[in-house]
């Protein structure tokens, strides 16, 4: 949970530059890559992270700009990167608006009496569990994948290092 504005700001901003590099890394044709039959595609995946996100937050009372929830995903990769650019970054500027206070606050979230910190939290929570299955499908469409809190296995082999498979 977080007690303060600007602890969220900080561990988001970081947050949210790693998923923009798995987001910049997308290419129109890795969109329909599924792990299976029935489930999310790197498209509708990466879309998710765009605007659903948002949804959490925006029961928390917090206003920023944001597709719509029913918004089908762009069938452009450059095009939902740059719109979670702009998400994120709008994000970013409600929430400096915030006071400390706001994050005692608490809220309905999906059944439950939340206060806001928590659900900021849990926000960035949500996002990292998703990025972790934007990586795994972007290894099956052959992408590179950026390290995220230490370096990828392709960023093991540019630095000259064999990375570790333990």
Request: overall charge negative.
């Given at each position: 949970m977080f007690a303060s504005v600007k602890a969220f700001i900080e561990d988001y901003r970081h947050e949210s530059q790693s998923t923009q590099k798995l987001l910049d890394a997308l290419t129109d044709e890795s969109l329909a890559?599924?792990?299976?039959?029935?489930?999310?595609?790197?498209?509708?995946?990466?879309?998710?992270?765009?605007?659903?996100?948002?949804?959490?937050?925006?029961?928390?009372?917090?206003?920023?700009?944001?597709?719509?929830?029913?918004?089908?995903?762009?069938?452009?990769?450059?095009?939902?990167?740059?719109?979670?650019?702009?998400?994120?970054?709008?994000?970013?500027?409600?929430?400096?608006?915030?006071?400390?206070?706001?994050?005692?606050?608490?809220?309905?979230?999906?059944?439950?009496?939340?206060?806001?910190?928590?659900?900021?939290?849990?926000?960035?929570?949500?996002?990292?569990?998703h990025r972790g299955q934007l990586t795994v499908l972007m290894r099956q469409a052959g992408l590179p994948v950026a390290g995220m809190y230490g370096p990828s296995k392709q960023e093991w082999e540019a630095m000259g290092v064999p990375a570790p498979t333990r």
């Open positions: 890559q599924a792990v299976g039959t029935g489930y999310r595609t790197i498209g509708m995946l990466a879309w998710h992270l765009v605007h659903n996100d948002a949804g959490m937050l925006q029961r928390t009372g917090l206003r920023f700009d944001a597709p719509a929830a029913g918004a089908e995903p762009p069938q452009s990769a450059a095009a939902i990167a740059r719109a979670y650019r702009e998400t994120t970054a709008s994000l970013l500027g409600a929430a400096a608006a915030w006071s400390d206070d706001k994050l005692l606050e608490t809220n309905d979230i999906y059944g439950q009496s939340w206060s806001n910190g928590l659900t900021l939290y849990l926000f960035i929570k949500h996002e990292i569990h």
